[in-house]
């Protein structure tokens, strides 16, 4: 088996690598090919890549290259996790929105929106590279805006299939409210990438008891503080929402709060210099403990398991993931691309039932998809008016002087990285 990592160079590769090696026995790889266009990094990375696989005793063979052809040539599947523009593109999504009065923030709002024009024309070049590598290879795409790039490649035609790591996240931070083991930990998982809630979480399976109400009258505050949302916020709605409703349900807040502090992407750079100075370290065999910090938790384990059953190599029978709709969510268009539980095989991922979902949900999610549907026909298409209507109709922004000064600064801060600017 052959598995391609394209953004291989990533200071976050090596919590990845750390995963296929623990997890061999799901996954078994043959070869792994780490594909980055930055030479130097890459040389980092795979350096320790290497000494983590021969210290877990991986047999698997680890190269790196900096051409995307060679390195997904014969891959049964690729892993998406790019970044175009860097952590220094980031900074400024993640700034000039402030500058509005809209929050900043790389996969919500107005620089989620910038994100999604850089790297969408991006990916479907990959993509088409890998199709005529192997038109069979499963592609997963970690890279965000995870809902807007995945329905671009599903609508070019890709077998493709999103991956977040929200999920996994509250199922293993559950299990340890719970005190069981994460395997028996199913979510009511429903929404969009970074738009999401935990209506239910049961235990034994997707039909098993519901204790979500046990676990937010015992945990409630912990839950809370993590979310950094009010408790009495969490009763009211008697559900978990996602980290990211915070912009949403706090939103002047979360303006106020960022316009005190650095970014978020000048702490990861900062971050990511130290890491690879230690990755460069000829001794060091394992994931430095900073990299927890970076982001992505448990991303590996997830990649594994979607992997595997996407290869027919096992791997769990349902999982959360971003796909089509095709009627489980009945307000929107089957060709949304929404994240729910799914029954992933290998012929992809096929949705689970949901129930039908309170307006308080469901309204929010038809606004973000309209707002999606806006955001990739510009990235596809380009043009100064595609950009202001994306910006008009995202409820974070939704007035006309807001998007009118949020499309100019977009393309400002963008045109190296927009053909049609």
Same mark, same amino acid.
């Given at each position: 088996?052959?598995?391609? #990592? ?26 792994? #090919? ?33 051409? !995307? ?8 599947? #690729? ?78 035609? @890709? ?8 999920? !996994? ?16 930990? @199913? ?49 009211? /709605? ?153 910006? /008009?109709?995202?409820?974070? !922004? ?12 977009? !393309?400002? @801060? ?8």
């Amino acid at each position: 088996m052959k598995l391609a #990592v394209v953004g291989g160079g990533s200071t976050y590769t090596p919590e990845l690598i750390d995963g296929f090696a623990r997890l061999r026995d799901t996954l078994p790889i043959e070869e792994l #090919v780490l594909v980055d266009p930055a030479a130097d990094r890459l040389d980092l990375v795979g350096g320790l890549a290497r000494r983590i696989f021969a210290k877990q005793d991986h047999a698997g063979r680890i190269t790196t290259t900096t051409d !995307i052809d060679a390195g997904v040539a014969d891959a049964d599947a #690729v892993l998406l996790q790019l970044r175009v523009g860097g952590q220094a593109a980031r900074d400024k999504d993640e700034t000039w929105p402030l500058e509005c009065g809209c929050v900043g923030q790389e996969t919500t709002g107005a620089g989620g929106l910038a994100k999604a024009l850089r790297t969408v024309p991006v990916v479907l070049d990959i993509a088409e590279r890998v199709r005529r590598a192997n038109p069979d290879a499963w592609i997963i795409d970690f890279t965000n805006p995870v809902g807007i790039v995945t329905r671009a490649l599903l609508q070019a035609g @890709h077998k493709a299939v999103g991956l977040c790591n929200v999920a !996994i996240g509250f199922q293993r931070k559950f299990a340890r409210l719970l005190d069981v083991n994460p395997s028996e930990v @199913h979510l009511d998982h429903v929404g969009l990438n970074h738009l999401t809630w935990e209506l239910g979480v049961r235990l034994g399976g997707p039909d098993g008891e519901n204790v979500l109400p046990k676990l937010l009258a015992e945990h409630g505050d912990a839950i809370a503080d993590d979310l950094r949302m009010p408790r009495q916020v969490i009763d009211r /709605l008697g559900v978990v929402p996602s980290y990211y409703l915070r912009y949403f349900y706090s939103h002047d807040e979360v303006v106020r709060e960022l316009g005190t502090k650095p970014s978020r992407a000048a702490e990861v750079a900062a971050m990511e210099k130290e890491l690879l100075a230690m990755y460069g370290d000829p001794t060091l065999d394992e994931k430095p403990e900073l990299l927890a910090k970076r982001g992505g938790a448990f991303y590996s384990e997830a990649a594994v398991d979607l992997a595997a059953s996407l290869l027919g190599n096992g791997g769990s029978p349902v999982q959360v993931v971003n796909t089509y709709n095709n009627g489980t969510l009945p307000f929107l268009p089957d060709d949304a691309v929404i994240e729910v539980q799914a029954r992933v095989g290998h012929d992809g991922a096929t949705p689970l039932a949901v129930p039908a979902l309170d307006p308080l949900y469901a309204g929010l999610i038809a606004n973000v998809t309209a707002y999606e549907d806006l955001a990739l026909e510009a990235a596809l298409r380009g043009g100064r008016d595609r950009v202001f209507k994306a910006l /008009l109709a995202h409820p974070l !922004i939704g007035q006309y002087e807001y998007a009118e000064g949020l499309t100019d600064r977009l !393309i400002a @801060h963008n045109r190296e990285h927009l053909a049609w600017a």
